[in-house]
């Protein structure tokens, strides 16, 4: 036999030797390509950069440096809002109870009508305006009457209790000797996404709960998102803003399928927030495959 026969054969035997799972899909492919687009933002970057996503169709989930714990700034509310739902299910509060907030009360480091009223004097309003408060204009300092009403201790077990090991609330909004002696809030991209995926599906608390909690989460004027995401397409998030970190975990609704992505960074130069064109990147992958067949062909 020839060496040109042999040589045809043993490249045939290669070719035959490799499993098909070891072979990519086209799908895999696409995917590849946004762990580059990330890799690349993060590379250029002086700073650093984590992003989680999970197609809430199909369960899958993308990770890059999702395990990590960063800064969650004001992201670290949705535990708290969870917390809150959860109470007065069992109770413990009931939304249309008054609450007082006086000089004391006032956080700072907020914009939106509860702060603009504080810095004029005390004042009263409901449990359920509180929590609207919090998410709608992220106020630290109906966030923190909310914390004092929950438990710091029962908002961290709410947290284990999901199974979430990389998040933690260790300190009220605007404690900033608190997080200088390193009790930082903290999340990694994953657990805040797995956090929305459980009020999605209805299992963060009861299902009007969860209802009245992403309705809420539509809510957030600041969003970051929001601009990379077309206006017929709902959102609902909460982004965070320290100096140094920003991040946004949210909801999006695209019809097939709808998503959540979170992307948290830190360490960051003056006035830059890689939120916005890592939702653009994630975005685009989700667009592609909502107009595309499972190979990749354009249907609309």
Request: charged fraction near 20%.
């Given at each position: 036999?020839?060496?040109?026969i042999?040589?045809?054969l043993?490249l045939?035997?290669a070719f ?11 799908a ?10 990330i ?9 650093v ?5 999970i197609?809430?169709t199909s369960?899958?989930?993308?990770s ?10 004001s992201?670290i ?16 509060v009931?939304f249309?109870?008054k ?9 700072g480091?907020?914009v ?7 810095n ?6 409901t449990?359920a305006e ?6 709608e204009?992220?106020d ?21 209790g999901?199974g ?5 609330l260790?300190?009220k909004?605007?404690?900033i ?10 999340g990694?991209?994953l ?5 929305l ?14 209802k009245r909690?992403?309705?809420l ?6 969003a ?6 077309p ?5 609902a ?33 003056l006035?830059?927030?890689p ?6 990147i ?15 062909r354009?249907?609309?």
């Amino acid at each position: 036999m020839s060496r040109r026969i042999w040589a045809v054969l043993a490249l045939s035997a290669a070719f035959s030797a490799v499993p098909v799972s070891a072979q990519s899909t086209v799908a895999q492919l696409w995917e590849q390509k946004v762990h580059q687009k990330i890799k690349s933002l993060d590379d250029g970057l002086n700073g650093v950069l984590g992003v989680a996503f999970i197609d809430l169709t199909s369960g899958h989930v993308f990770s890059y440096n999702g395990d990590t714990s960063f800064p969650t700034a004001s992201s670290i509310k949705i535990p708290i809002l969870i917390q809150m739902f959860r109470d007065e299910e069992a109770g413990r509060v009931h939304f249309s109870d008054k609450v007082t907030l006086g000089p004391k009360d006032n956080a700072g480091g907020s914009v939106g009508p509860l702060q603009d009223a504080l810095n004029k004097g005390p004042v009263t309003l409901t449990v359920a305006e509180l929590v609207q408060y919090m998410i709608e204009y992220s106020d630290n300092s109906a966030t923190n009457k909310c914390i004092e009403m929950a438990g710091m201790d029962r908002i961290n077990q709410l947290i284990e209790g999901f199974g979430l090991q990389h998040t933690h609330l260790r300190r009220k909004m605007m404690d900033i000797p608190a997080a200088a002696h390193g009790n930082e809030n903290i999340g990694s991209p994953l657990d805040l996404s797995r956090l929305l995926q459980l009020i999605y599906e209805g299992k963060a608390a009861d299902a009007d709960s969860c209802k009245r909690m992403i309705a809420l989460l539509k809510k957030p004027v600041d969003a970051y998102m929001r601009p990379f995401i077309p206006e017929n397409i709902e959102l609902a998030s909460k982004p965070g803003d320290l100096d140094g970190a920003k991040c946004e975990a949210g909801i999006v609704f695209l019809p097939k399928p709808p998503f959540i992505v979170t992307v948290m960074s830190t360490y960051l130069d003056l006035y830059v927030n890689p939120v916005s064109p890592a939702t653009n990147i994630v975005f685009d992958y989700f667009d592609k495959i909502a107009h595309s067949d499972e190979w990749g062909r354009r249907l609309d």
